[in-house]
């Protein structure tokens, strides 16, 4: 085990985000790198526990680039950083009530011209991809074919494998217990595996970012951990013959719901 107490850059939190950051810090140069995971093993919490769906739409400009880029990293990694795809592309139906379908179905072009692969449904033809839907709570769709499932294991073991070969040090079951600020820099750690002295020091400890936030002497942020509202059922057997192509995409398909309430 690396026994070095001073690094250039300390991670607190060794989930995507901070598994993601070392990885790209290292593939730019910056390898005296200590990521930091309180739980004995990455991505037990969030991570681990994420829907795994990319949905390349957001009404949010900065987020929907950012959605972009992501996608693009997904679809076409670099060669050679990961074994197995990390995107299957099952598609991805976004469903809008009123009034919100009034409103994002004149940006539509705008999204398809950033880039975005999409295609407008009516209400009968979301209907017909997903049956199951509440035709009174629903007025328009939006299918993104190029999106779908992402492969977290391989993604995350991915980021960390490339991120140790280059020389960042990796430790499990070491909490941080507090930060030691110096002229207004965040400048160590103390943690219950002993202290440990950087330059920088990043916050990517997801739920607990106001936690450990709060031990710089940061102003409280008030993050709480909820479950995802996600549910996921059987398909339920038609009640009526449905085409064959309705049924391929009724058993592949991602459906997500945007409400107006």
Known sequence: MDERRRFEVIIAGGG???????????ER?????LLLEREEQHAYHATGRSAAT???????????????QGGAFLRDPPAGFSEQPLLTRIGVLVAFD?????AVRPVLPAFAQGGTVLRELSRAEALEKVPVLAPDHLAGAVFLPEDGHIDV???LWSYLRHATRRGVVRRCGVEVRGIRVEGGRCRGVVTN???????????AAGAWAGRIARLAGAAPIALTPLRRT????????????????????????????????
């Open 54 to 68: 990319l949905v390349e739409w957001d009404a949010i400009p900065a987020l929907h680039a950012l959605k972009l």
């Open 16 to 26: 995507i985000a901070g598994a993601s950051l070392a990885h790209f810090l290292a």
């Open 98 to 102: 009123e009034p919100l379908w009034s």
């Open 193 to 203: 595996a002993g202290e440990f002295s950087s330059r920088w020091i990043v916050n």
């Open 29 to 33: 140069g910056l390898t005296d790198v």
């Open 153 to 155: 294991h391989e993604l």
């Open 230 to 261: 996600i549910i996921t059922f059987p398909a339920p057997k038609p009640a009526t013959p449905m085409r064959a192509s309705a049924r391929r995409i009724w058993r592949r398909c991602s459906v997500s719901w945007v409400s107006g309430s």
